[in-house]
């Protein structure tokens, strides 16, 4: 179907309409509208109208409405102060609005106009080391970016820029040329646990033997060339490593309820082949220069606390390349080959100055530019109770598995105090529990601005009250269990009835969710779509408070309440789903 215009951008157009009637000489001028607490929304637009034409703004605005004919959407437009318009809509245009939505498998949500194809670098974990609190952000933010953007119509190419490259596999590598047993497993059916725990035995061992034994070390010294000089026994031996590495990472993800494709896995090893060329194409143009026997990019604005200035390495002096190599390569590739437009980094913010570097880096070579652009969708820490950053109480980083399987075993235990009066199963307690679980630790990162840190507090997250994702699944579930309680009785619009002030405003911020969303998929605030659930699931709640759903006062309003509730759980449903977040039918 069609996209639905929402009632702000009709009321837009009926307002730019009329102010082109009545001040012709204005030209095209914009009403300023926007939502209003004293109607259901108010326009602006005429008193800078009334600068620029040196009249008087109520008069201006008296004329403006006076132009507006009469019609089924706009039931009244109060002239305000010195000229503001305060305009209320009609319950049946509201109604007549959100009856199109529902028709709709979108939602009447439209694609965006303009779309392209967009690379997201997302979800980085390291190979042979186990995955700790400091990477979840970066795969919430990526996942459920990459849901909004796909959902608005954009090619979106994925791409996990795991750490599989550099120095320490030499160390990894010749111990298990010396150990070849190590990475064996007792079945074909190995666990992500079993991958890492063999990762960790191996890594640990390695390490003693490297910090205790020359020989040793120098073995492993001699193994990092023939690692890069493309040996393959080494090669091969690497490679057992990321696909260990691949089978734990994949386990962790899917405990985030997150997919991830290998074809999308490729790490820093897949540039290699493209690092000298792109250190070539910098020197012979000029963008990188030597310096002390380093490739180095130097900018105006980035200097040392010495007042010197602090370059980007692209190749080090004794011939090693840095990561601006390897993101740079990246860049090229993700350009020239996968025809990119938009390249999305969700890095910590932390790392904001080097991209800034790569990415000017790349403009100057002109692999970015008019047509191609990057932005880092840069992200905050997430903190403690305490305000200081995550730590174990040994002062250790906390694995995020431990921290997910917390989060699990809380929210099944807020569901089973409530399984019996639901009528839960116990596979429905263990099923609820994790996408309570799950969601309520995805829900506490993306409605908290992304540049901002936050604080990790379990107690606060699976909590029924408050901005959680708990309060808007049970909304969710609340829904369904009136719409089941509803037995044969359906969900019918119906225009002709008036509507109470909660049904209206229920009905006016379901009207914006395509709004929302287009916002968010361009300006990457995914917050903005968890705020405007969480007001939803408020007004459903002062709905529920004002209005009786199944006991109303007629059949046609029972009906038409029904119609309200079931376009609510749509919109929540979707919503959610786009955030990466499971609503249970029942809870």
């Known amino acids: 179907m069609a996209s639905v215009p929402s009632l702000a951008s009709t009321v837009q157009q009926r307002l730019a309409d009329?102010?082109?009637?009545?001040?012709?000489?204005?030209?095209?001028?914009?009403?300023?509208?926007?939502?209003?607490?004293?109607?259901?929304?108010?326009?602006?637009?005429?008193?800078?109208?009334?600068?620029?034409?040196?009249?008087?703004?109520?008069?201006?605005?008296?004329?403006?409405?006076?132009?507006?004919?009469?019609n089924d959407v706009l039931k009244d437009i109060e002239v305000s102060g010195p000229g503001f318009l305060n305009i209320t809509v009609s319950d049946k245009a509201i109604l007549d609005t959100l009856a199109a939505r529902a028709a709709d498998d979108r939602l009447g949500v439209p694609y965006a106009e303009k779309t392209g194809t967009t690379v997201i670098d997302y979800a980085q974990p390291n190979v042979a080391k186990e995955m700790h609190v400091g990477h979840l952000r970066s795969a919430v933010i990526g996942d459920a970016m990459v849901k909004i953007m796909e959902f608005a119509g954009e090619k979106v190419i994925r791409r996990h820029h795991i750490g599989d490259w550099g120095t320490q596999f030499g160390m990894l590598i010749q111990?298990?040329?010396?150990?070849?047993?190590?990475?064996?497993?007792?079945?074909a059916d190995v666990s992500g646990e079993e991958a890492m725990s063999n990762l960790n035995r191996l890594y640990k061992a390695a390490r003693a033997l490297f910090d205790s034994d020359e020989e040793f070390k120098a073995r492993s010294r001699d193994r990092v060339v023939a690692l890069q000089s493309g040996d393959e026994e080494t090669l091969a031996l690497w490679q057992r490593f990321v696909d260990?590495?691949?089978?734990?990472?994949?386990?962790?993800?899917?405990?985030?309820?997150?997919?991830?494709?290998?074809?999308?896995?490729?790490?820093?090893?897949?540039?290699?082949?493209?690092?000298?060329?792109?250190c070539r194409l910098l020197e012979e143009s000029g963008v990188a220069v030597r310096s002390e026997g380093a490739l180095c990019v130097f900018f105006d604005d980035v200097k040392g606390p010495d007042g010197n200035p602090v370059p980007l390495i692209v190749k080090k002096s004794n011939g090693g390349y840095?990561?601006?190599?390897?993101?740079?390569?990246?860049?090229?590739?993700?350009?020239?080959?996968?025809?990119?437009?938009t390249l999305v980094y969700v890095v910590d913010a932390r790392q904001s100055?080097?991209?800034?570097?790569?990415?000017?880096?790349?403009?100057?070579?002109?692999?970015?530019g008019d047509q191609v652009h990057?932005?880092?969708?840069?992200?905050?820490?997430?903190?403690?109770?305490d305000g200081k950053p995550f730590k174990t109480r040994e002062g250790e980083t906390v694995r995020l598995v431990d921290l997910l399987d917390e989060a699990i075993d809380r929210a099944a235990a807020v569901v089973r105090?409530?399984?019996?009066?639901?009528?839960?199963?116990?596979?429905?307690?263990?099923?609820?529990?994790?996408?309570?679980?799950?969601?309520?630790?995805?829900?506490?990162?993306?409605?908290?601005?992304?540049?901002?840190?936050?604080?990790f507090d379990l107690d606060q997250m699976v909590s029924l009250n408050g901005d959680t994702s708990v309060y808007l699944q049970y909304a969710y579930a609340r829904i369904r269990s009136i719409q089941r309680n509803a037995g044969e009785t359906e969900a019918v619009v119906h225009p002709e009835l008036p509507l109470e002030p909660a049904e209206r405003a229920l009905g006016l911020h379901l009207d914006q969710f395509g709004e929302i969303l287009a916002e968010v998929a361009t300006s990457y605030e995914p917050h903005k779509l968890a705020a405007y659930l969480y007001q939803l699931a408020s007004h459903l709640t002062t709905f529920y408070d004002q209005c009786q759903v199944l006991k109303a006062d007629t059949p046609e309003q029972v009906e038409n309440r029904l119609f309200l509730i079931d376009l609510t759980a749509r919109t929540l449903h979707q919503g959610m789903a786009l955030l990466g977040i499971r609503t249970p039918e029942r809870l």
């Open 18 to 70: 009329a102010l082109t009637a009545a001040l012709p000489e204005a030209g095209s001028a914009d009403p300023l509208l926007r939502r209003s607490d004293r109607a259901d929304f108010q326009a602006n637009g005429i008193l800078a109208l009334a600068k620029k034409l040196k009249g008087n703004p109520r008069e201006l605005a008296t004329k403006v409405v006076g132009a507006i004919p009469a």
């Open 175 to 187: 111990y298990l040329m010396e150990h070849p047993h190590e990475l064996d497993h007792k079945d």
């Open 244 to 278: 260990e590495s691949k089978i734990y990472f994949y386990s962790v993800f899917n405990k985030l309820d997150m997919e991830i494709n290998d074809p999308d896995v490729v790490g820093e090893s897949g540039y290699n082949d493209m690092l000298d060329e792109t």
């Open 322 to 341: 840095g990561y601006a190599a390897t993101d740079l390569s990246a860049i090229r590739d993700r350009v020239q080959k996968l025809g990119a437009d």
């Open 353 to 368: 100055l080097h991209f800034k570097m790569v990415f000017e880096t790349a403009r100057r070579a002109g692999w970015l």
């Open 374 to 385: 990057a932005v880092q969708l840069a992200f905050g820490t997430v903190l403690g109770k």
């Open 417 to 455: 105090g409530k399984a019996e009066k639901v009528g839960l199963t116990e596979d429905e307690i263990i099923e609820n529990g994790r996408q309570v679980g799950i969601g309520a630790v995805k829900y506490a990162d993306l409605s908290t601005s992304a540049s901002r840190d936050y604080k």
